[in-house]
């Protein structure tokens, strides 16, 4: 099966090309345009290299969320799009999950962590087993200090992987807290990722796949703010 995943839920941009979970080819960019503009360009110069058309795909995946709202968007709106116009299925996976699939060569406990402003995280945990991440928290939003007290209670040093790695870092250095770090190449989230979580992901239409934010925007918070003022 052929699978063509796309990440755009942070500042980095990526599209993989994936037969039955082997990599064939990835491209990411991580240069600051925006993803409406690199991500489709990045999908169609992979297939053009692989000599391979849209027809030939056989799954569409995206990571659906959490992340930056403007990013969600793009990424789901492109694969509703290609799904419904080539006909072909689709799926959405969890960005932190597809993120847990970089720490599978550093094993035990791993620490998916995307900022989320005002000192809080995204964040899931996963411990690898058997080669691949298996979940031990659902998504959630939640501050650094209730991850430090958290990941106190557990055995194993976190593995911390995502772009909120280098602030989870900062505040578990300061509490006393052990830690490691993934290098530079696994640090940022990746299609590659998302294709692999997308393995065992029951596939759906164009219509089922919704992007999952966690929690309202911050113009949302703070409308709701300013009215709750009033």
Same mark, same amino acid.
């Given at each position: ?9 942070? #500042? +980095? @941009? ?9 990599? *064939?080819?990835? =491209?990411?960019? !991580?240069?600051?345009? &925006? ?17 391979? &058309?849209?027809?030939? *795909? ?7 969320g959490p992340g930056s709202f403007t990013g969600i968007r793009i990424g789901v709106s492109t694969v509703k799009g290609l799904?419904?116009? !080539? ?12 993120? +847990?699939?970089?720490?599978? @060569?550093?094993?035990?406990?791993? !620490?998916?962590?995307?900022?989320? /402003?005002?000192?809080?995280? =995204?964040?899931?945990?996963?411990? %690898?087993?058997?080669? #691949? ?23 194993? %040093? ?6 909120? @790695?280098?602030?989870? $870092?900062?505040?578990?250095? #300061? ?37 999952? =934010?966690?929690?309202?925007?911050? $113009? ?5 703010? /300013?009215? @709750?003022?009033?």
């Open positions: 099966m052929l699978t063509l995943a796309f990440e755009s839920s942070a #500042k +980095a @941009a990526s599209v993989a090309l994936l037969r039955d979970g082997s990599l *064939i080819s990835q =491209y990411s960019q !991580c240069s600051g345009l &925006t993803h409406s503009r690199t991500l489709l360009p990045m999908a169609e110069d992979l297939l053009k290299n692989a000599e391979l &058309t849209l027809a030939d *795909i056989d799954l569409f995946a995206v990571a659906h799904s419904w116009a !080539c006909d072909k299925p689709c799926v959405g996976v969890s960005t932190l999950e597809s993120m +847990a699939w970089h720490g599978l @060569a550093a094993g035990g406990l791993i !620490c998916p962590v995307m900022d989320a /402003r005002r000192q809080q995280v =995204y964040n899931a945990l996963f411990q %690898i087993r058997e080669g #691949k991440p298996v979940r031990l928290t659902e998504d959630r939003p939640l501050s650094l200090a209730e991850l430090g007290e958290e990941l106190r209670s557990l055995d194993g %040093i976190p593995f911390l992987v995502g772009d909120g @790695a280098a602030l989870t $870092a900062r505040f578990l250095e #300061k509490e006393g807290l052990p830690f490691r770090m993934a290098p530079e190449n696994l640090l940022w989230q990746s299609a590659w990722g998302v294709g692999m979580a997308a393995l065992d992901k029951t596939p759906g239409d164009s219509q089922s796949l919704l992007p999952v =934010y966690l929690r309202l925007s911050q $113009a949302e918070r703070e409308r709701q703010e /300013r009215l @709750a003022a009033e």
